[in-house]
T-cell receptor, first 115, second 113 residues
Framework: EAGVTQFPSHSVIEKGQTVTLRCDPI?????LYWYRRVMGKEIKFLLH????????ESGMPNNRFLAERTGGTYSTLKVQPAELEDSGVYFC?????????????FGEGSWLTVV | AQTVTQSQPEMSVQEAETVTLSCTYD???????LFWYKQPPSRQMILVIR??????QNATENRFSVNFQKAAKSFSLKISDSQLGDTAMYFC??????????FGTGTSLTVIP
């Protein structure tokens, strides 16, 4: 069974440009999360989808960030326009409601560098 | 607010020895889960061990065990018989019902041959 996959694995963009990160959760998982880790700091929650609905987007830093999950399958996280402080690793994770232990599974992360 | 503190940014251990990574957390919740995740150089975040707060018994997974002290809000990870493949960044995480995770800043563990 495929795990959580993220694309691209690395991205380097200039300040002011737009980047779109994609996450494919484990098939059948209704919960999808986005997290971000800025270098040297903790991994911080961005938002949580249940199927196609945003359950909690309290962690989204500002309106330059837009997340979508059309159809309740894969999700995209767009940063427009990107700023230097947006650099970091963006993790996607998924879980199945009611599964044992509420375990969530992470992708490898998309490493974003804004220059 | 929930916070998770990992006070050891870096640690090292000799191969085959035992090492303990510390984690403390702060919450007013009574029912929650605690996790340790590892992120090796290959970058995949992997679940190491999980503890339900309502269970008094400490979780164990092969060479990995936890010392869960609920009153002290402490959740340390012990790695026995350390192996080179244990070299990774280790994250302690707290999850309240509703599935929102809170992570610590991580501990970078190096196993020395």
């Amino acid at each position: 069974e495929a795990g959580v996959t993220q694309f691209p694995s690395h991205s380097v963009i200039e300040k002011g440009q737009t980047v779109t990160l994609r996450c494919d959760p484990i098939s059948g998982h209704d919960n999808l999360y986005w997290y971000r880790r800025v270098m040297g700091k903790e991994i911080k929650f961005l938002l949580h989808f249940v199927k196609e609905s945003k359950q909690d987007e309290s962690g989204m830093p500002n309106n330059r960030f837009l997340a979508e999950r059309t159809g309740g399958t894969y999700s995209t996280l767009k940063v427009q326009p990107a700023e230097l402080e947006d650099s970091g690793v963006y993790f996607c994770a998924s879980s199945l409601t009611g599964s044992s232990g509420n375990t969530i599974y992470f992708g490898e992360g998309s490493w974003l560098t804004v220059v | 607010a929930q916070t998770v503190t990992q006070s050891q940014p870096e640690m090292s251990v000799q191969e085959a020895e035992t090492v303990t990574l510390s984690c403390t957390y702060d919450t007013s919740e009574s029912n929650y889960y605690l996790f340790w995740y590892k992120q090796p150089p290959s970058r995949q975040m992997i679940l190491v061990i999980r503890q339900e707060a309502y269970k008094q018994q400490n979780a164990t997974e092969n060479r990995f065990s936890v010392n869960f002290q609920k009153a002290a809000k402490s959740f340390s990870l012990k790695i026995s018989d350390s192996q080179l493949g244990d070299t990774a960044m280790y994250f302690c995480a707290f999850m309240k019902l509703g599935n929102q995770f809170y992570f610590g800043t991580g501990t970078s563990l190096t196993v020395i041959p």
